[in-house]
């Protein structure tokens, strides 16, 4: 599933040749994407409005319309816009500069959800916790969440209430880079660790937009290029392979039900 650097990469493909522009047409072509509300209704109210602004919330993106209404798009594990034709197109938006833009899911698990510009703080708020990358992300606040919790420190960091728009390859990465081992207890994590990896999530984050995601099965930017981070995994599916600072192998697990990667030498059950 498309993580925060994927879905940041995708809006800032779009914003430039979106922004501005009016939806001259809408098709929806796969009831799937809107329900449970109708297609045609969801493509009525948005044919003839004038995107404002792209921005993104944890996982979400959203389309803020002139109109007052947004759009919510969330690209779940295969979904994706292109502006040049793709195999299965779920909705195509017609631009008034004649520009094409499909939203492609080979899984159709993406959802579209228009929402009055009131309601839309209050449904993101339900939704998400804090942006990492946000002032509120802050070393107290992941603290206190993890100070309640006694499954793994992995499984709550997967919690978009905790952190929005972190998910498993970069919590896997940021953990890595914060020597905590993802099985931990999170209550048991002290101050020092916690800091740790509060800012080992944030640099983990910023890698992975640097290099425009990491580019796996289906995920590709709006123009079709590929990301690159795979390229720089410390340890997300590496089992088997050294680890990069230690040469320990890296060891595979599950957590929640997630594949999980780490070494079991820089990230010991016992703290460091």
Known sequence: MPELPEVETVRSGLAPRLEGRALARVDILDPRLTRPHDLFEVAEKLEGDRVLAVERRGKYLL????SGLALVVHLRMTG????????HERAVL??????????RDVRRFGTWLVLEDADLDSYLARKNGP??????FTARWLGAQLARRRAPVKAVLLDQHVVAGLGNIYAD???WRARVNPLRPAIS???EEVSRVTRAIRAALRMGIARQGSTLRDYATPDGASG???EEFRVYGRDGLPCPRCRTTITKTRVGGRGTWYCPRCQPLERL
């Open 131 to 136: 942006e990492p990358l946000g002032r509120r």
């Open 189 to 191: 994590l002290d101050a």
């Open 228 to 230: 690159s981070m795979q």
């Open 94 to 103: 017609e631009l008034d500069d004649g520009s094409r833009l499909a939203f």
């Open 173 to 175: 990465e940021a953990l």
């Open 63 to 66: 389309l803020r319309l002139e």
């Open 80 to 87: 994706g816009f292109h502006w040049n034709p793709v195999t």
